[in-house]
């Protein structure tokens, strides 16, 4: 019992921990990067949010944003800061002001030599993270990147105004996403020097995901690329450990030929599916909402692998199905939330979510104590406490951040890999060790027992040798005392019934002579061994064929050349003459066929006659059990031929 409290306690340090961390990560991601002060200017008559390019310290948060919803200005139009903080509409433009040095600023201007380009202006670069669901980006009247393609967009208007019109008819909107790396050059001379404005057009699909879901990044180029690449590489670092834990369990699973780690193979590939459909995210993608859809759905699938180890019922309540069902129901839901393109469903659809998700929570914590206490091991529950955390975490959390090593979901998915893969192979090692020991006895055992049956055998040899030889001499005497009182005795009825005992006592000693042959046949001793099968039937037959020619019968024999077979010489070649000589003597046939074929590696051997048959009722495989009981023979023959098959 104190083992289980013990369970739950680590159980209880590990929730605990997941909340510190998640905050934890929640404050560094705050405070790590510092966002830029804004300034507001007037430019031409329009009140304006800039950030100066002195304010700008290595790394920062754009936070200088100005907003137009519903419509796409020219690069002569001024967009204000009056709708900054306005929701974003479906299409739209953030426009962004990166100010110039003022006159007395001037005298600063070598701290911004780390800017410095060899072109001699100031260079900043600006991280773009997705756009909802195509965007254009211009620097001042340039365009700097298209990604995907605006419904009716006349790109060539924007850039130069060489066409009169801002449509395009022939222009569909095509959802692409794709995080951006956009340069801004800003003259370091103080005559040409001028603030640098940076566009944004874009328009969405999806009323549910609308513009720039995350953070915008500005400062040095080195530095922005060196911070957000790292992204790349932790999550492809992330997803090659996730796919080698699921190969490195597939293949134990084919070598032990047990389905025990099918749970660490399903948790290894959520968290691939979750790592690589991110890593994807990051670069170009034409189907950003199917991935951000797989992304929700290993998260959520990761509760339901969680309940694979849950009691089928608790008093009666078919708890595992029931859970099953539920999490099955909200792990399809998470897929298709993003895929839902109405804001009313999808709201309906979210709050359902919600509630699942909740239940599943509730469920897959309460029911992991529940097993922990009823002394059950700890194992893969611990992966359940931070599926529910990880689960939790996409009300509170469910941006793709620019920086994933600030992201706790990525750490803790890395935990339960860990998690994972140590409990995976001291199951292992614990399976070996058990199989090693089991094989062990086994062993000890099966020496135990074959010697025991050795023994049993011996003492059967010498009981039937015993039966076959002393009780046989009784009967000779017998024999020979009848013979003397049939020569002294007159009279037909004397003589007729002495003769009929004489009779009897000669079945006996036949009968006591194939004992003996019996018990000197140990074929259950008998070893196997690769045996010439055509050669062992061609010296049979050849032996037998004078007594099929005595008795009127044709011996037709078909066997292939060089068929080898692992089985007991004496025994096999023991049951063929018994069942060739049981059709010479009692089928009173005229065609004998012995034919040995092979099929699929299992060799055959029929001996068949055109004879009368058998018309016994009893089975004929029982010892002392013949077809005519007035024939001179014991009824040992076929149950002899049986014992030898069944022997190897």
Not at 396 to 409: D, F, G, Q, R
Request: overall charge neutral.
């Amino acid at each position: 019992m104190k083992k289980n409290y013990l369970h739950l306690l680590i159980l209880l340090i590990l929730a605990l921990f997941c909340v510190t961390f998640s905050g934890s990560l929640g404050l560094l991601r705050e405070n790590y990067i510092s966002e830029t002060p804004i300034k507001v200017k007037e430019i031409s008559n329009t009140t304006v949010n800039t950030v100066s390019i002195l304010d700008i310290n290595k790394v920062m948060k754009m936070t200088s944003v100005n907003y137009l919803a519903d419509e796409f200005a020219g690069m002569d139009e001024m967009v204000s800061n009056s709708n900054a903080k306005q929701k974003a509409s479906k299409k739209g433009i953030y426009r962004f002001y990166i100010d110039t040095l003022l006159d007395n600023e001037w005298n600063n201007v070598k701290s911004l030599d780390y800017l410095l380009k060899p072109d001699g202006n100031l260079h900043l670069t600006m991280y773009i993270p997705i756009i909802f669901s195509s965007c254009s980006v211009y620097v001042q009247y340039q365009n700097k990147a298209y990604v995907g393609s605006i419904d009716k967009y006349n790109i060539a208007y924007y850039t130069g105004f060489s066409s009169a019109s801002k449509y395009d008819d022939s222009v569909s909107h095509e959802t692409k996403t794709e995080p951006l790396y956009i340069d801004i050059p800003i003259s370091s001379e103080r005559k040409y020097s001028r603030e640098c404005m940076v566009t944004i057009h874009y328009e969405t699909d999806n009323d549910n995901y609308i513009g720039i879901e995350d953070e915008i990044l500005i400062g040095e180029d080195s530095l922005i690329r060196k911070m957000t690449s790292t992204n790349r590489s932790f999550l492809f670092a992330g997803a090659a450990i996730g796919v080698g834990t699921f190969l490195m369990f597939v293949f134990i699973c084919i070598l032990k030929h047990s389905l025990t780690f099918i749970p660490q193979l399903l948790y290894a590939t959520s968290i691939f599916a979750l790592m690589f459909t991110t890593y994807l995210l990051f670069n170009l993608s034409s189907i950003p909402y199917v991935l951000l859809g797989i992304r929700y759905f290993s998260i959520n699938i990761m509760l339901l692998i969680s309940m694979l180890y849950f009691p089928k019922k608790i008093r009666k309540i078919p708890v595992f199905y029931i859970s099953i069902a539920i999490s099955s129901i909200t792990s399809l839901l998470a897929f298709a939330l993003p895929l839902c393109m109405n804001v009313s469903v999808h709201s309906f659809l979210y709050v359902f979510y919600m509630a699942l998700t909740i239940i599943n929570i509730v469920i897959v914590a309460a029911l992991s104590a529940y097993d922990i206490l009823k002394g059950k091991s700890l194992g893969l529950r611990l992966n359940g406490i931070i599926a529910c955390f990880l689960a939790s975490s996409l009300f509170t959390n469910n941006k793709i951040l620019p920086l994933i090593v600030l992201s706790e979901k990525y750490w803790l998915c890395i935990i339960m890999l860990c998690i994972t893969i140590v409990l995976g192979f001291s199951e292992f090692t614990s399976i070996e060790i058990r199989n090693r020991y089991l094989t062990t006895n086994l062993e000890n055992e099966v020496e135990k027992q074959t010697l025991s049956l050795q023994n049993v055998l011996n003492e059967r040899d010498k009981l039937l040798l015993y039966i076959s030889h002393d009780m046989k001499k009784t009967a000779v005497v017998m024999y020979s005392s009848l013979i003397d009182l049939k020569q002294s005795l007159i009279g037909k009825e004397y003589t007729e019934k002495i003769n009929y005992i004489l009779q009897k006592s000669e079945e006996l000693k036949k009968d006591f002579a194939d004992v003996g042959k019996y018990g000197k046949q140990n074929y259950i001793a008998e070893q196997s061994k690769i045996l010439d099968l055509s050669q062992m039937i061609y010296r049979v037959t050849d032996d037998l064929r004078p007594d099929c020619e005595a008795n009127g019968i044709i011996l037709n024999v078909t066997f292939p050349d060089k068929l080898y077979v692992y089985a007991k010489e004496r025994a096999l070649e023991s049951v063929i003459i018994n069942l060739i000589l049981n059709a010479i003597e009692h089928s009173y046939c005229s065609n004998l066929d012995v034919i040995v074929s092979k099929k699929k590696g299992i060799c055959k051997i029929d001996i068949i006659d055109d004879g009368k048959g058998i018309t016994i009722d009893k089975n004929i495989f029982d010892p002392f059990v013949s077809e005519n009981t007035t024939e001179n023979n014991s009824g040992l023959g076929l149950f002899l031929a049986k014992t030898a098959i069944e022997s190897m």
